[in-house]
């Protein structure tokens, strides 16, 4: 009966290790729980360092020697298995290099910067922020908990700094700056208009807090998303599936721009793309995992990036590329517990 028990307690162990390196291939990745385990691989991976660490100095009693070993044996392979995860995203560079064309100068021509930060309303302060995006020469900027009175002043700010913006809001309520969505956009890129609703839930926005849907006067430039998913907190699941769902939707074309709090990773986003090579969500490719750093975490700022949860994302359709990429460690004591990110796109080819 020892022995059956030790195995069976192998056993599970073993399934769940292997559930929280891939949950994908159980279809329990948006599930409560592990959702939230997975979200934090490099904290795993130390976790599974200092339990080695123990079982190994444990192994001296002669009883549970044998056991020990084989539960060492799993902590490393689930070491293992998600260092490599995390290396195949990029956890070790922040910052990818803009792409100089032939004369060795920056190829800028129908470049576009997209900054994002979640605000925790409004927190930072408009200068902060303002001054932020002018110094990355941001062309769109979106602003989860962001209102419209902190856009305008953003934007009034900008404008005195030399690149105006114009402003786009959608508010769920007046109540909770949560419930607030800003995007600015540059009139460099043309004009722009809100297409999508400030009702909460699909077909027209996402459940509880508000993404704004931006396109072209024209039609002849990117449309833009100002994502804002709401967290998995366990009575929110299903609303956090479907705001995954409904943002998924919103990249089925052939020219996208995304960028905002998702609350997920791209764990998360498992089984939500299109046939592209490259797409994660819909059509689209995320910005920091084809510059190598999609391990680097944007939330919160009161762990080090590289322990963090990389949740705010930029995402674009094929037809653009990224020429520089950069999520910004040096505001974190700025007020917000989401840190920016900032993306560079070329067109491609």
């Not at 929280?20 to 934090?40: D, K």
Request: aromatic share 6%; glycine share 8%.
């Amino acid at each position: 009966m020892t022995r059956l028990l030790r195995a069976l307690i192998l056993l599970a162990a073993a399934v769940f290790l292997l559930v929280l390196t891939w949950p994908q291939a159980f279809g329990l990745h948006t599930t409560w729980v592990v959702a939230h385990l997975v979200s934090f691989r490099t904290i795993a991976v130390i976790g599974a360092i200092i339990g080695l660490v123990l079982f190994g100095l444990l192994r001296f009693m002669r009883p549970l020697r044998r056991t020990l070993g084989m539960a060492m044996v799993l902590l490393a392979l689930f070491a293992v298995a998600n260092v490599g995860i995390l290396a195949s995203r990029g956890f070790t560079a922040n910052t990818v290099q803009v792409s100089t064309g032939p004369a060795g100068t920056e190829t800028d021509v129908g470049t576009v910067t997209v900054l994002s930060w979640n605000t925790l309303g409004d927190v930072p302060g408009a200068r902060a922020i303002a001054e932020l995006a002018v110094t990355q020469n941001a062309d769109v900027v979106t602003l989860p908990e962001t209102t419209e009175a902190t856009g305008i002043h953003i934007a009034e700010l900008m404008r005195e700094a030399g690149r105006p913006m114009w402003v786009h809001t959608l508010a769920f309520d007046l109540i909770s700056k949560a419930r607030s969505t800003t995007l600015l956009i540059s009139p460099d890129l043309g004009n722009y208009a809100v297409t999508n609703a400030a009702g909460s839930g699909p077909p027209d926005n996402t459940n509880v807090l508000p993404t704004v849907v931006a396109e072209p006067v024209d039609g002849s430039g990117p449309t833009i998303v100002a994502v804002h998913a709401v967290s998995p907190i366990q009575y929110e699941m299903s609303n956090w599936r479907s705001d995954l769902d409904w943002l998924a939707t919103q990249c089925q074309g052939d020219n996208v721009i995304l960028a905002g709090d998702f609350n997920s990773t791209l764990d998360h986003m498992a089984g939500r793309a299109n046939d592209g090579v490259n797409s994660v969500l819909g059509n689209c490719a995320d910005a920091a995992l084809s510059a190598g750093a999609a391990a680097v975490g944007t939330w919160p700022t009161s762990i080090p990036a590289l322990l963090g949860s990389p949740i705010d994302h930029v995402m674009a359709t094929v037809n653009w590329q990224v020429s520089a990429l950069q999520v910004i460690e040096s505001l974190d004591g700025a007020g917000s517990d989401h840190r920016p990110i900032v993306a560079t796109l070329t067109p491609a080819g």
